[in-house]
């Protein structure tokens, strides 16, 4: 949908990899998306054997007006109005949770050797955190914690020193689970929100660019604030 990858990031220490998608026409303005994806043959086979029997239920959203209008994205790199109108609806059904009911041991196991993947049980597909670029992150966190809000203890920099970022803890939700005696309640972790500053610097070719990158410790530090809720 006028995205490509713009970078891949290893999160090893996580089992996962994170792949960067820029917009093509305007990168700068349009949001990115980041998605991550979880290695589960790099967890015990006990941990693989749950995997299947949670996410092998997944279901397939995308119907022929999705599928057609992302291929005229491939092919053509856009897809007209009334094209792009019959397909959101698929697309937007895509990032929920599509999976079955999840049976309560079955997320305890997961979440004893990944959080993400516990993550993943309850809330599919769904927004893990979303993102808003700020001019000074650092001022950011010292007012949220000012009014009492629970926001991450210290600022996450890159290597670079040009990124930095901080995020609240993950709103917590109710989710059902399925027991022997039928269905139970828990509040678990759910999306959370992340705040970002950006700075610029000279390229290779003397132009002036805001950094666009992620930095994978970066990364793997902010994954923890569903750990925390």
Not at 3 to 26: C, E, F, I, N, W
Not at 163 to 172: D, E, G, I, M, N
Not at 183 to 191: I, K, Q, Y
């Amino acid at each position: 949908m006028g995205y490509a990858v713009a970078d891949v990031y290893p999160l090893d220490g996580l089992k996962m990899t994170g792949r960067a998608y820029a917009h093509a026409d305007k990168p700068d303005m349009i949001p990115q998306f980041f998605v991550s994806e979880l290695h589960v043959e790099r967890f015990s086979p006990a941990f693989q054997v749950i995997a299947h029997a949670v996410f092998d239920s997944s279901a397939d959203t995308l119907g022929s007006a999705a599928k057609a209008a992302l291929q005229a994205f491939s092919t053509a790199g856009g897809c007209d109005l009334d094209q792009a109108r019959a397909a959101l609806p698929e697309l937007v059904a895509a990032f929920a949770r599509t999976h079955g009911p999840v049976r309560l041991e079955h997320y305890e196991a997961l979440k004893a050797e990944s959080a993400e993947a516990a993550w993943i049980a309850t809330e599919g597909q769904a927004f893990n955190h979303a993102t808003d670029r700020v001019p000074d992150v650092d001022a950011i966190a010292d007012a949220q914690k000012a009014l009492g809000r629970p926001i991450k203890d210290a600022v996450e920099v890159s290597a670079s020193g040009r990124v930095r970022q901080t995020a609240f803890k993950a709103q917590p939700v109710s989710r059902d689970f399925v027991t022997d005696a039928g269905l139970e309640t828990r509040a678990v972790p759910g999306s959370f929100h992340e705040f970002i500053t950006r700075d610029t610097f000279v390229d290779d070719t003397g132009a002036t660019r805001l950094d666009l990158r992620f930095d994978s410790a970066n990364a793997q530090g902010i994954f923890k604030m569903t750990r925390v809720a």
